[in-house]
């Protein structure tokens, strides 16, 4: 009897466009969606850091999202009702804890990501912060991670 490799989840939210649109080369026309892929690919490097992923699940957009029901920062949040588009997507790693550290379950990926370039000016729709980043703490936090609770 095979046994079941156990595999532990995780979700990544941010206000960077991080679409992936397989666009590998820079393309006369195409220079926006090489740039939307750059952002993933950052991502995923840089998510891979500790751990082979796994199950790298599709990315999805938000659309006209009240941020107020997600854990960005104070800068995109405001009492006139703006929206904005939010990109996630979910994947898998082997080992329990592979991203704990003194700061929590998910503390070295705060750590790895916080004031990683990013590339802006695709299809966001959010105020920029002073420095294109990622940004994991303060009033610009534009990337945040959460986890399947297992049982």
């Known amino acids: 009897m095979a ?8 979700q990544i939210y941010t206000l960077v466009d991080i679409t992936n649109t397989e666009i590998t080369q820079l393309t ?6 090489r740039n ?6 950052t991502v995923l490097q840089v998510l891979g850091l500790r751990t082979q992923l796994f199950d790298i699940g599709r990315v999805f957009r938000f659309d006209d999202t009240n ?3 997600f854990d960005f920062g104070s800068y995109y949040l405001s009492d006139v009702g703006f929206k904005y588009k939010v990109w996630s997507f979910n994947w898998a790693v082997e080992f329990k804890n592979v991203y704990q550290n003194d700061n929590g379950r998910l503390g070295s990926l705060d750590t790895d990501f916080d004031m990683v370039p ?4 695709l299809d966001e729709n959010i105020p920029h912060p002073p420095h294109n980043l990622f940004y994991t703490t303060g009033k610009f936090k534009n990337v945040y991670f959460t986890e399947e609770v297992v049982a």
């Open 28 to 33: 006369p026309g195409k220079e926006k969606e």
């Open 118 to 121: 990013a590339l802006y000016g």
């Open 3 to 10: 046994t079941q490799e156990r595999l532990y989840r995780y």
């Open 67 to 69: 941020l107020g029901m």
């Open 36 to 41: 939307q892929q750059r952002n993933f690919e």
